[in-house]
């Protein structure tokens, strides 16, 4: 948005503020206007069919669009473009202080009661206004200004005087303000975070032309809450993302043209298992694949039709670990481009639970936001897509098309044993461990159904590596990111830049992959000693007090990183299970 009230990165557009989000410009509080009102034959279209498709199933259409945000026309006289907002919250405050006993009020003002927007005191004096802080919303995401004056008078009134907010004390808490009209009655602020005091939802969507009826017709209306504007937990974008792969990458359709003359004529999984008996060539070329899978590509290469799409990480996994020795093609305009690295001769001993290593030389990743969530965030599940029946509130009336980014960048995957992954997971210390993360309060809506101890113990690795790599490699930790995978056919971590531009391909952590046994144990090294040991080591998810449900071992000492690096949010984390602490659980990986 250049040359308007003000800009933003067309990344952040999908990352982090993208349509519904409040965002305080240089002169002005906004809320992004919804897809309805975007330039849409000024935008660029991406392309990435497995995005496209995975969106589509959960936004439950039968299409989708990948669309660039718009980005300005630097060129002389020509008409901007941009993103409309409108203008949120409608109610401010004053710059003008009033002594009030022993703290000071401010004028609470809409905007139609605004000067030339200014608040006139009187007829000479004229001060500036700055949106007020609280606002309301719902868990279905609505949001809108609270009604000041029903507030402050407990109910419906005709009162229509001059609004205040006093403020005692310095810490700026709801406990230390009260909403005061000049008619004599006023409340504390505190009171708008009890239940049912902001009263019923009723739909406003600003960010969109017309509201609705919150949960649906016949639905139950969900209560308003109290709402910081600025706060962390007033936006949540729901955002799904995927590497290209080239084709030769569909590991199932490849393994099943090599004995496509044997399999052509089944019908049934039982056929299938039957085959696979007798026929070594079959087992060995469909291992690892769910037969169900492999009947549905049968019928589809049968019939002349498209294959299904499998889950996002499930295809990536299998792309990454089928090449023998590289993958896609070297050259400047291709999307992605990996090679195997030998891990030489004898394999160093931190490497020995190491499959292979994989130097991813050239990714292309396309992220999309979906949706988004105000008070809870809802991440993809652990194969990257997104529950079906989850809450999410819309980008548009009726949406058609979704904004997305491209960013290129290089990477390091490593992929480990599934033997060696099996046999730590069956040892009573690792299960008593991972029954802690499923029983923790809160666990059913934090702790994804199919999490296990698998995947917190490669989570918190990737992120020790990310730390130990960014020390060295030339990139800074928050340029970093991780996907992790867990799937029936083997367990990995891909350590990856994520740019929208050049930056991404500087080589520096492919020539840290080849590396890669220092940095691993640069990294078991870190999560030995935290220097908020014990505690950080003693910490449980089922400790009450501290509210980390999520978290082990885990802090801002050692494990937690910027957000935009995790996939998680920085959760499911514990460096107990990678290597011994200072606990000695006898829980760790790494021996």
Request: glycine share 8%.
């Amino acid at each position: 948005m250049a040359r308007g009230i003000g800009a933003l990165r067309r990344s952040q557009l999908v990352s982090s503020f993208g349509p519904g989000a409040t965002i305080d410009l240089p002169d002005d509080s906004v809320i992004i206007g919804g897809l309805d009102w975007w330039p849409f034959s000024k935008l660029q279209r991406i392309t990435e069919p497995r995005l496209e498709e995975v969106a589509a199933r959960a936004l439950g259409l039968p299409r989708v669009e990948l669309r660039a945000p718009p980005i300005d026309d630097e060129t002389p006289g020509a008409a901007p473009v941009g993103v409309p907002v409108e203008v949120f919250p409608l109610w401010f405050v004053a710059e003008h202080v009033v002594k009030v006993g022993t703290g000071r009020s401010r004028p609470l003002v809409h905007l139609r009661g605004l000067v030339g927007g200014k608040f006139e005191v009187n007829r000479t004096t004229k001060v500036p206004v700055t949106p007020v802080r609280f606002v309301q919303a719902c868990t279905n995401g609505h949001i809108a200004d609270i009604e000041w004056y029903e507030f402050a008078h407990a109910g419906r009134t005709n009162c229509r005087q001059q609004m205040w907010i006093d403020e005692f004390g310095t810490s700026g808490d709801l406990t230390d303000q009260k909403v005061r009209c000049e008619c004599g009655v006023e409340r504390a602020l505190a009171q708008a975070t009890k239940m049912s005091v902001l009263g019923a939802c009723k739909g406003q969507r600003p960010w969109l032309p017309r509201g609705e009826e919150c949960g649906g017709p016949g639905g139950t209306k969900q209560m308003m809450r109290l709402l910081i504007r600025t706060a962390s937990n007033a936006y949540y974008p729901q955002k799904l993302s995927a590497l290209s792969l080239p084709e030769s990458a569909d590991r199932v359709r490849s393994a099943i043209q090599t004995v496509w003359a044997s399999v052509s004529a089944l019908t049934d999984s039982t056929q299938l298992s039957t085959l696979k008996s007798i026929i070594p060539a079959v087992k060995v070329a469909l291992d690892g694949v769910d037969d169900a899978i492999v009947m549905q590509y049968i019928a589809a290469e049968r019939d002349g039709t498209r294959p299904p799409r499998r889950p996002i990480k499930i295809e990536e996994f299998d792309a990454l670990t089928a090449a023998p020795t590289s993958l896609g093609e070297d050259r400047p305009d291709g999307v992605f481009y990996a090679r195997r690295l030998d891990l030489g001769t004898p394999v160093p001993a931190v490497l020995s639970p190491v499959e292979r290593v994989v130097l991813v030389h050239r990714l292309r990743e396309v992220t999309a936001q979906i949706g988004f969530t105000r008070f809870e965030p809802t991440v993809p599940d652990l194969q990257g897509e997104l529950d079906l029946g989850v809450r999410r509130a819309p980008l548009a009336t009726e949406v058609t098309w979704v904004p997305a980014m491209e960013s290129w960048g290089e990477g390091i995957f490593v992929a480990f044993k599934q033997d060696v992954l099996d046999a730590w997971r069956q040892k009573p210390a690792v299960q008593k461990r991972e029954s802690e993360f499923r029983q923790a309060p809160r666990a059913n809506a934090l702790v994804p159904a199919t999490l296990d101890a698998r995947y917190i113990m490669l989570h918190s690795l990737a992120h020790l590596l990310i730390t130990a790599v960014a020390l060295d490699c030339g990139y800074n930790a928050s340029s970093l990111r991780e996907r992790i995978y867990v799937t029936d056919a083997g367990c990995g971590i891909l350590i990856y830049t994520g740019t929208t531009d050049a930056e991404g391909t500087l080589g520096g952590l492919v020539a840290a992959g080849r590396k890669i046994d220092r940095y691993l144990t640069m990294a078991l090294d870190l999560a030995r000693l935290c220097s908020n040991d014990p505690v950080c080591s003693q910490h449980s998810p089922s400790m009450l007090l501290e509210e980390r449900y999520t978290l082990g071992a885990a802090c801002h000492g050692c494990l937690l990183i910027a957000e935009t690096s995790c996939e998680r949010r920085n959760e499911m984390l514990d460096r107990s299970l990678v290597v011994a602490t200072v606990e000695q659980f006898g829980c760790e990986f790494f021996a």
